[in-house]
């Protein structure tokens, strides 16, 4: 292990300054103190009010189809959607930093530092009940899409709290690939209105160029 490293290993990959919490683990273990427990604490308090109301109300959004931002955050949905959005920007960039992946986190960093949403990163909201006899599968690690120069065009994971699956969608800008199906959440564009998506489905190379998949 180089000393740059070594250096790397330990530093906060969000403010790249002060040292990784020792005590933490989970994406937490890939910050420090601050940036975990201050910065990023009201995305993390938001998350949990939005998971709070899906829950609660699950049966009944399912069979809409489609839930309401001003219910979990009355007053406003917008603030409350772009913290949402902050915290699984927080998370998906902490799993791209622990696997390594050669993808840049600078506009990650940016997005939370500054509060404002990632551009290219969306949400989807799907529903994952399973019926008697059937299996669930799910990819509890980052789905990763690179082009033939090994360049990262797309990152996925999903967080999964049954029945409710949040699939977490990077697509780097300008890339020659159409967004996985369903409706892409993202706090500068939405509504109050959010769409249920599939669970399954993800990006897939626009017309004109074809995917080869090996
Ligand atoms: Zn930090």
Redesign the pocket.
């Known amino acids: 292990m180089s000393a740059d490293r070594a250096t790397t290993a330990v530093t906060?990959w969000?403010?790249r300054?002060?040292p990784v919490d020792s005590g933490a683990s989970g994406a937490a273990a890939s910050?420090?103190a601050?940036?975990e427990q201050e910065l990023t604490r009201p995305y993390a308090l938001a998350a949990q009010t939005f998971f709070d109301y899906l829950s609660s109300h699950w049966q009944m959004i399912r069979k809409l189809g489609r839930f309401d931002l001003s219910k979990p955050f009355p007053g406003d949905a917008r603030t409350g959607a772009l913290l949402v959005h902050l915290h699984f920007v927080k998370l998906l960039a902490c799993k791209l930093h622990t696997n390594d992946v050669p993808l840049p986190l600078e506009s990650f960093a940016v997005a939370l530092q500054t509060r404002r949403a990632h551009a290219d990163v969306t949400l989807r909201i799907a529903d994952v009940r399973v019926a008697p006899g059937r299996l669930l599968l799910h990819d509890a690690e980052v789905r990763l899409l690179c082009n033939q120069d090994g360049a990262v065009q797309s990152a996925r994971w999903t967080e999964l709290r049954q029945p409710i699956a949040i699939k977490v969608n990077y697509l780097q800008h300008g890339a020659p690939l159409l967004p996985p199906p369903g409706e892409a959440w993202h706090p500068d564009r939405q509504r109050k209105v959010v769409r249920l998506s599939p669970y399954v489905g993800e990006a897939t190379a626009v017309a004109g160029i074809q995917g080869l998949r090996i």
């Open positions: 906060c969000l403010c300054a002060r910050l420090c601050l940036c």
